[in-house]
């Protein structure tokens, strides 16, 4: 029972590999749409890819050219070639402002970029093409379904940009006064990050960050500008704990603010 389960599995890989195969030599470009959109149902990606490839411009200008390209970038989205399905969507689109897959096209070449976006510790060029895209798709489609999706991934894709900033702004940070005043930089940094992303995870961060760099900025100034410098600390620490007046970082704060009066006083 085995070696016949085992014999007809071969049979129909090869029944399958044989139809493949007659798709892409021949020369019926209808055939070949149907066979692709067989291959796609049966999740074969990327043979439904293969086939619509060599196709899409023998369609091009008859009734079934929209079907077509729209299948080939979509196989292309299943296939996790998120950078190709986004051109052909785009290219979809574009031919198709008002088609019946346009809704989609522009909702997968935003959600496609946004699954293709880099960790933030790398270039973040793609993180911001992914937000342009979906939030062209909530300003075409804002009754959509997709809707909640494209704005959670729009969230997700900021929270990216702003932890990176965050990442730049520690840099600063801990490079301290080497080959100038680093802190102050820090601050410009960190408040450009709450700026272009105040619903941001990574506010609070920033924030305490910005405390935190004036607190040393202060520290390691001249005698002359310490009262000055710590009277920012103390402008700082207050606007932070009326944000977040019950933080985990509340006794890093408290200590801050504790030295900053003494300064102050004097």
């Known amino acids: 029972m085995r070696k016949y389960l085992v014999i007809l599995a071969a049979s129909m890989l090869f029944a399958s590999c044989g139809e493949y195969q007659r798709a892409l030599k021949s020369h019926d470009i209808n055939y070949r749409l149907e066979y692709a959109k067989r291959a796609f149902e049966e999740k074969k990606y990327t043979q439904a890819a293969t086939v619509l490839e060599d196709i899409l411009t023998q369609f091009k200008g008859s009734e079934k050219a929209e079907e077509s390209l729209y299948l080939y970038a979509l196989a292309n989205y299943e296939n996790k070639d998120y950078l190709t399905a986004g051109d052909y969507f785009k290219m979809y689109y574009s031919r198709y402002p008002k088609g019946k897959y346009t809704e989609l096209a522009r909702f997968y070449t935003g959600y496609g970029y946004y699954l293709d976006s880099p960790e933030p510790q790398l270039d973040q060029s793609g993180t911001i093409k ?16 997709k809707v909640s999706i494209a704005q959670n991934a729009i ?14 702004a520690q840099l600063y940070y801990n490079l ?24 941001s995870k990574y506010k609070e961060d920033l924030e305490l960050l910005i405390l935190k760099a004036r607190y040393q900025e202060a520290r390691e100034s001249i005698d002359e500008k310490k009262a000055d ?26 200590n801050i603010f504790k030295i900053a009066q003494r300064y102050v006083k004097e």
């Open 130 to 145: 992914a937000i342009e895209e979906l939030q062209s798709f909530l300003d075409y489609f804002p009754g959509s379904d």
């Open 176 to 199: 301290g006064t080497y080959l100038g005043n680093n802190y102050e930089s820090a601050v410009i940094v960190a408040r450009n990050a709450i700026k272009d992303y105040p619903y």
């Open 229 to 254: 410098r710590f009277r920012e600390v103390i402008d700082e620490y207050y606007s932070y704990i009326n944000n977040y007046p019950d933080t985990p970082n509340r006794e890093e704060a408290d």
């Open 155 to 168: 969230f997700e894709l900021q929270d990216k940009l702003t932890l990176k900033q965050l990442e730049n």
